[in-house]
Nanobody
């Protein structure tokens, strides 16, 4: 059974940092490109960052988070991470991990997500 378990969210002040983790199971993690997505209230889910499969995966970040967020992966632990620095109120959302949209089974399974709230 495919599972995604996101963790690491919380309440943080503007300018603060958080590190999100997504533990995965039920598929061969190392050969799947992964992404972090977020959904703010009243908005559509959007891709924040993605990382290609394999060791030393190539990463891409949305313009809105470029220079502040960094995606990484540990294939030995079947886990993908999102380091978030210089957080802004507009980063407030529920964050999810999932295979990238070009993966045939993207979106078939979702975890519970982890809430990130940036507020003073």
């Amino acid at each position: 059974q495919v599972q995604f378990v996101e963790s690491g969210g919380g309440l943080v002040q503007p300018g603060g940092s958080l590190r999100l983790s997504c533990a995965t199971s039920g598929f061969i993690f190392s050969i799947v490109a992964m992404g972090w997505y977020r959904q703010a209230p009243g908005k559509q889910r959007e891709l924040v960052a993605s990382i290609s499969a394999g060791a030393g995966g190539k990463s891409n970040h949305a313009d809105s988070v470029k220079g502040r967020f960094t995606i990484s992966r540990d294939n030995a632990k079947n886990t993908v991470y999102l380091q978030m620095n210089s957080l802004k109120p507009e980063d407030t959302a529920v964050y999810y991990c999932n295979p990238t949209r070009d993966t045939s089974w993207h979106g078939n399974y979702w975890g519970q997500g982890t809430q990130v709230t940036v507020s003073s």
